[in-house]
């Protein structure tokens, strides 16, 4: 079993920065891909961004050109640089983590991020 908890979540005005920070632990070695989901009220979680064990990235098109993933392999932590926010980011973020051999996902409890106008 795999355990991911956020940080760094808040509240930020319009074009400014937040760094979340998602720590794993348990039996990393299962996990492959990991990543960034949002959820915003009345709306469906959505992939923000995803980073696989290699390195590749994958990023959701509203988020292109702002936000960045990185992953720490020796640290177990999977962070995303959000920058020029706007408030139509404003959502609850979930890390996510992908079992290699299965494909189940595992979630974070999520950290919310709050971009006032």
């Known amino acids: 079993q795999v355990q991911l908890v956020e940080s760094g979540g808040g509240l930020v005005q319009a074009g400014g920065s937040l760094r979340l920070s998602c720590a794993a632990s348990g039996n990393i070695a299962s996990v492959n891909s990991m990543g960034w989901y949002r959820q915003a009220p009345g709306k469906q979680r959505e992939l923000v961004a995803a980073?696989?064990?290699?390195?590749?990235?994958n990023y959701g098109d509203s988020v292109k050109g702002r936000f960045t993933i990185s992953r720490d392999n020796a640290k177990n932590t999977v962070d995303l640089q959000m920058n020029s926010l706007k408030p139509e980011d404003t959502a609850v973020y979930y890390c996510?983590?992908?079992?290699?051999?299965?494909?189940?996902?595992?979630w974070g409890k999520g950290t919310l991020v709050t971009v006032s106008s």
């Open positions: 980073i696989g064990s290699g390195g590749s990235t």
């Open positions: 996510n983590g992908r079992y290699r051999y299965s494909g189940m996902d595992v």
